[in-house]
């Protein structure tokens, strides 16, 4: 089977496609701060061109495939899309990352369609705070959205928080709590300042006290794995908690992933502003062979880490990358 590795020897086998920059809510770290301006529809890559692309990174031996957006249920056809490439020979795991806001209609469908398991974004169980964060008034229907995705088999079910300083680092332990009567992998991020002039950063070192504090002592860790979080159960627990480090401890020396925006930019490193077009090249008639020595430079090419801790900021927030 082929393998595909970049410069430094990492193998890459994980896959993040963006589907649309669009999205439902409106949450401040991700949306540009000068206001939304959505990607006109053809600059979208279409879904025979995103299985085309899909295809040719599984016949280099990606086995892995994330769907983000924005929101990608926002996307009109994503069901049959996400059937096709769940068929693709080779792929063993196809996520998907979504607000939640729509998973009480989709999580039955979703795991229909071949999807395995899922990622929810929810960074406060506070009901202000949330509309406040999302412009929108769906805490409960995001809460209602990941019960539904664990009763379909949509597991484990990670529940994503971004922790912000003086936004949301008061809900730590609240959030922790969650993983001790469900099944659930409660992964506390750090914020990653995309822009110049932020400053919400709330280390894991801190988050970690937070919790011995409240009586979270005995957290084990999980090993194994190429995942970015350090996992942790806890006795008594149906779930587990975990830590994403991307600033205070980043993990780039270990990465197995390459990014593909939703207008068609394979992005080596989510915060490098490297980025490569594919678009351009299939509506101009690339051949497959082109297509995969294309892929094959990109990612030789990876960047060997980030550079957040020297001020680089990205060119693009968020909605247009892919969670």
């Given at each position: 089977?082929?393998?595909?590795?970049?410069?430094?020897?990492?193998?890459?086998?994980?896959?993040?496609?963006?589907?649309?920059?669009?999205?439902?809510?409106?949450?401040?770290?991700?949306?540009?701060?000068?206001?939304?301006?959505?990607?006109?529809?053809?600059?979208?890559?279409?879904?025979?061109?995103?299985?085309?692309?899909?295809?040719?990174?599984?016949?280099?031996?990606?086995?892995?495939?994330?769907?983000?957006?924005?929101?990608?249920?926002?996307?009109?056809?994503?069901?049959?899309f996400l059937r096709e490439i769940a068929c693709i020979p080779g792929i063993k795991e196809v996520g998907l990352t979504t607000n939640g806001s729509l998973l009480t209609e989709y999580a039955p469908l979703l795991k229909q369609?071949?999807?395995?398991?899922?990622?929810?974004?929810?960074?406060?169980?506070?009901?202000?705070?949330?509309?406040?964060?999302?412009?929108?008034?769906?805490?409960?229907?995001?809460?209602?959205?990941?019960?539904?995705?664990?009763?379909?088999?949509?597991?484990?079910?990670?529940?994503?928080?971004?922790?912000?300083?003086?936004?949301?680092?008061?809900?730590?332990?609240?959030?922790?709590?969650?993983?001790?009567?469900?099944?659930?992998?409660?992964?506390?991020?750090?914020?990653?300042?995309?822009?110049?002039g932020e400053n919400y950063l709330f280390t894991a070192e801190e988050m970690k006290q937070q919790l011995v504090a409240a009586g979270f002592t005995n957290l084990i860790p999980q090993m194994g794995g190429s995942n970015p979080?350090?996992?942790?159960?806890?006795?008594?627990?149906?779930?587990?908690?975990?830590?994403?480090?991307?600033?205070?401890?980043?993990?780039?020396?270990?990465?197995n992933r390459i990014r593909l925006t939703p207008d068609g930019y394979l992005k080596p490193c989510l915060l490098s502003n490297v980025e490569y077009s594919l678009r351009e090249q299939l509506r101009s008639g690339i051949s497959?062979?082109?297509?995969?020595?294309?892929?094959?430079?990109?990612?030789?090419?990876?960047?060997?880490?980030?550079?957040?801790?020297?001020?680089?900021?990205?060119?693009?927030?968020?909605?247009?990358?892919?969670?």
């Amino acid at each position: 089977m082929a393998e595909l590795y970049d410069g430094i020897g990492r193998h890459i086998n994980y896959l993040r496609v963006a589907v649309t920059d669009r999205c439902n809510f409106r949450c401040q770290y991700c949306m540009p701060s000068d206001g939304v301006q959505w990607l006109e529809h053809d600059d979208i890559l279409s879904y025979e061109e995103l299985v085309r692309i899909i295809s040719a990174f599984v016949s280099l031996g990606v086995d892995k495939v994330r769907i983000t957006g924005g929101e990608p249920l926002v996307r009109k056809g994503l069901l049959p899309f996400l059937r096709e490439i769940a068929c693709i020979p080779g792929i063993k795991e196809v996520g998907l990352t979504t607000n939640g806001s729509l998973l009480t209609e989709y999580a039955p469908l979703l795991k229909q369609a071949g999807v395995t398991r899922i990622n929810v974004s929810l960074d406060t169980l506070q009901r202000e705070r949330f509309i406040k964060l999302t412009g929108q008034d769906n805490l409960s229907q995001v809460l209602a959205g990941i019960k539904k995705s664990q009763e379909v088999g949509l597991t484990p079910v990670k529940i994503n928080m971004v922790v912000m300083k003086g936004f949301n680092s008061d809900e730590i332990v609240d959030m922790a709590k969650l993983a001790i009567n469900n099944p659930y992998q409660i992964r506390f991020i750090e914020y990653m300042p995309f822009r110049a002039g932020e400053n919400y950063l709330f280390t894991a070192e801190e988050m970690k006290q937070q919790l011995v504090a409240a009586g979270f002592t005995n957290l084990i860790p999980q090993m194994g794995g190429s995942n970015p979080a350090k996992i942790y159960s806890m006795p008594g627990s149906q779930g587990s908690i975990g830590f994403i480090t991307p600033v205070s401890q980043h993990f780039c020396s270990s990465c197995n992933r390459i990014r593909l925006t939703p207008d068609g930019y394979l992005k080596p490193c989510l915060l490098s502003n490297v980025e490569y077009s594919l678009r351009e090249q299939l509506r101009s008639g690339i051949s497959d062979h082109d297509l995969l020595e294309n892929i094959k430079n990109v990612v030789w090419n990876k960047p060997k880490q980030h550079y957040l801790a020297k001020g680089q900021k990205s060119d693009r927030g968020m909605s247009r990358i892919g969670g």
